[in-house]
Structure formats: C-alpha cells, structure tokens
C-alpha cells in the first residue's frame, strides 16, 4: 500500500516536467490573444489547460476516491438559422454557421469562470506540490488527500456550474419528453382515425340503410341491424384498445407489477414475470416503464419471433431496474427503428439509460434503470457518517494543529520580532531563504487539513440535505 501510495506521489510529482513548460507556453498564447489581437490562439490554449486539469481529476478520482467534477460550463448549443436562412451573430447576418458558432465557442470559453480558476490551478500547483512534499514523502497518504481536496477547490464543480449543467440536462429531457409525448400524440390520432373513426363512420352508413329499408325490407333491416351491432362491439374493443395504449386501468389501480403481468397474459409468447419492489413507483414513472416493456414484448413477438420472454423488475436501492429477455433470434439494433430509440427517448425524461445485448441469433436482453425512481425510504443509510472517512477526520483533527501553529504561525511570530530562539521550529533550522516559504507552506498545509477535516462531515451532510429536498416525483412534463 505505502509503495503504492509513493508510486502514485512520484507521478504526480512528475507531471511538473508537463505544467511548467506550460505555464510558459499557455502565458504566451494569452498574451499573443489578448495584447497582440491573435485571438485564434485562445481556445487551444484553453484546451490545452482543460485536458491537463481534466488528467488531474481522473487521477486523483482512481486514486483517493474524492468526486471532483468537471466544473464547466456546458456548450454552447449550434447556431439556428432564421426565416430567411441566414445565421445571425450580434447584429451580423452570416450565410453559414462557422462564424456564429465560432464566436459563440470563444465567448464561452472566455465568459466561464472555470477557464480562469484552470489556470490559477495551473499557475499555483507547482509551489503547492512543492509545499506538500514532506507530506508526499513522510506520509503519502494524508499528501494526496490534502492536495486532492486543494485540486477540488479550484478544479471542481461550483453551485453555478452544477445549476447550468443541470438547466441543460433539464431542457434536453424537456424536448425529449415532448418529442415523446407528440409521437404518443400522433399514434392516438392515427388509431382514431383510422380504427375506430372509420367503425363509427360504417356504423352511420349501416344505420341509414336500415332506416330507408326498415319499411321496405324489414328482414333486410334486421340484418343490418345485427352487422350494426356488431360493428358497434368491434369498436368498443377498439376504443378500449385505444385507452388502454394511454393509460390501462391496471396500472393505475394496481401499480406496475399487475398491468406488466396483465401484458404477459394478453402476449402471444409464454411470459414470466418476477416483480421485486418494496415500494410503488410515481404514476409517471411506472407508465413510462410500462409502455417500455409492452413496446419491448411486443418487438420480440414480431420481428423477433421469440417464444418465450422473461420481465425482471427489481429494485436497486432508490433505481428501478427493468430486464426483459427473450429467445428470439436477436440482432436487435435502435438504429433500425425497432422502437428502442423511443424507448430510449421516454426513459431520457427520467434520467434513466437502456442497455441492450442482442448478438446475431439471440437471446436478447433488454437492461433498463431508472435513477431515485422509487420512494427515498434509503435516506436513512446516509445518516452515519462511512468508518474510512470518520477516521480520516479524527487523523485530521489530531494532526492538523502541528503545521498550522507550532511549526506555521508561531515561527512567523518569531522571525517578525526577531526571537532568536529556534527550539524544534522546522523552518528556523533552514538557510534564511528557505524560512518564509517552509511557514508560508505548513499554515498552508495546517489550513488545508482544517478544512478538509470541516468540508468531509458538511459535504456528507450535504448529500443527504439534497437528498431529502429532492422530491421523489421526477421531472416530467
């Protein structure tokens, strides 16, 4: 453990041979953008920067488990052409895209504060390495903890950014449950018109004939008046059908586990269904993995000819997960319009993802997890604060007095007022160029543990803040 721990110190270290040559360069790219009007070179200068911050979080993500998220800003979405086709950029009109959307891209790289704290990080991390690296030899452990938690002030995601990214993701699950919801529109309309429309127009037509011959042919009449009535129970069924394909009764009444059975039972394949939930999900939810499974039962039926399927609903703490299996023939492809892109589409306004295995000959699998679908009765197991990181924060709390006072402010004290006393001081054993910056590191160091030992317990705290202020009913229009 400890040889790894120096192995992944002595990497770290060594991607100073990369950031100080980088520095210089990215100092210079700025310099050329800003005082010289080169201002082509500032997105690949930023890149540049983000790809080694970027390399930085993943590491120190493998290595000491600390989530530091990419702070950024999202992107900037494609110009939209207007009436006249033409791309407008301010107060310009531009016949192609390059230029608007070139400019939007450098706007949002210049306006995103997480491009300047890129290169504050940039900038500083030479001389906090350089501050921890008695930490980094003595106890590497606490080093990489302590410099993860300074990379995650200033490479990690901030309220803002979480807040844009999460507008974004809102906007882009907003237009594909509207995308879903008008293709469910038009389906609707399509049935009515087609089916049960044209029932109800024959159904006229049959009624207006008995009306001229109820006279004339009485037995004629009566005929019609059977094929009227039957027409009237073939579109009864059709409507039913209809209803059914909005919102089926059993769902409602019974919840997700019963209408899915109801569907084995009305399947032409032999179906077996295990239902697993300690809790009902929201109405909007189950409909969504209702018709998700009808729409994957019935694709097996048809184009896969499977004769046998099976439907797993579980739970996965607060994740609803779905798996339908069937021995069809397989090669089952979203692309080739199978209906799991729309299924893919309507799980999308709940954050949830499909996962498909179907080789060439079968048998396909059909994964489905809905995230936080399922009421929060798992809130509890958040409330204890994990063994690892308890005694993380007592080590820091016991240890994180020494750097700050005894070898930071009380030395500093000392050299100010000329105290020639230098006791089991570090830094007043060292050459007199050295001293300032060994105080200036320990408070440093002392400061970071402090608030590493504060923002542990709060950040854990925070979760389940966040947790219980999320209501359990997703977004949905």
Not at 428 to 435: A, D, K, R, T, Y
Request: some cysteine.
């Amino acid at each position: 453990m400890l040889l790894r721990r120096l192995g992944q110190v002595t990497a770290l270290l060594a991607l100073l041979v990369i950031e100080v040559p980088m520095i210089l360069v990215s100092f210079v790219m700025l310099v050329m953008s800003v005082a010289m009007g080169m201002v082509f070179l500032f997105p690949p200068q930023v890149r540049m920067i983000r790809w080694l911050a970027e390399l930085n979080r993943r590491l120190l993500r493998a290595w000491t488990g600390m989530p530091i998220e990419a702070p950024y800003l999202p992107k900037p979405p494609p110009p939209v052409p207007g009436p006249d086709g033409m791309y407008r950029a301010d107060r310009t009109l531009y016949r192609t895209p390059r230029v608007p959307a070139w400019n939007d891209r450098w706007k949002w790289l210049l306006t995103d504060p997480a491009t300047w704290r890129d290169g504050l990080w940039l900038l500083l991390d030479p001389l906090v390495k350089g501050a921890l690296l008695p930490l980094f030899v003595l106890a590497p452990e606490l080093g990489l903890r302590l410099y993860a938690l300074y990379s995650n002030l200033l490479l990690g995601a901030t309220a803002a950014s979480r807040l844009a990214s999460q507008v974004s993701h809102l906007k882009r699950t907003r237009n594909l449950a509207t995308d879903s919801q008008a293709a469910e529109m038009r389906r609707i309309e399509r049935d009515l018109h087609d089916g049960t429309q044209a029932r109800l127009v024959a159904i006229g037509m049959t009624l207006g004939a008995i009306e001229e011959l109820v006279d004339k042919d009485p037995a004629a009449a009566k005929a019609l008046v059977s094929k009227a009535r039957d027409a009237s129970s073939d579109t009864l069924a059709e409507l039913r059908r209809v209803i059914r394909g909005i919102h089926p009764p059993v769902l409602a009444e019974r919840g997700l586990g019963d209408a899915v059975r109801a569907l084995a039972m009305d399947s032409p394949m032999q179906v077996t269904v295990d239902v697993d939930l300690p809790h009902r999900p929201e109405a909007p939810v189950e409909a969504a993995a209702y018709f998700a499974v009808s729409e994957l039962l019935s694709n097996a039926a048809r184009h896969g000819d499977a004769r046998t399927a099976a439907v797993d609903i579980s739970s996965n703490g607060s994740d609803l997960r779905i798996t339908v299996t069937d021995d069809g023939m397989g090669g089952a492809d979203p692309a080739k319009g199978s209906g799991l892109s729309g299924i893919e589409r309507r799980l999308a306004a709940f954050d949830g993802v499909l996962a498909l295995h179907s080789p060439p000959g079968g048998p396909t699998t059909v994964t489905m997890n809905l995230p936080r679908a399922l009421p929060e009765y798992w809130l509890a197991d958040l409330d204890k604060l994990p063994r690892r990181k308890a005694i993380m924060v007592g080590i820091l709390w016991a240890t994180a007095w020494c750097p700050t006072f005894p070898q930071g402010f009380v030395p500093a004290i000392f050299k100010i007022i000329g105290f020639d006393e230098k006791s089991w001081f570090l830094a007043l054993h060292l050459p007199e160029v050295w001293q300032w910056p060994t105080i200036i590191g320990m408070i440093a160091v002392g400061l970071i543990m402090h608030t590493m030992a504060i923002r542990i317990p709060a950040t854990h705290n925070r979760e389940r803040w966040m947790a219980e202020a999320t209501p359990s009913k997703p977004w949905c229009l």
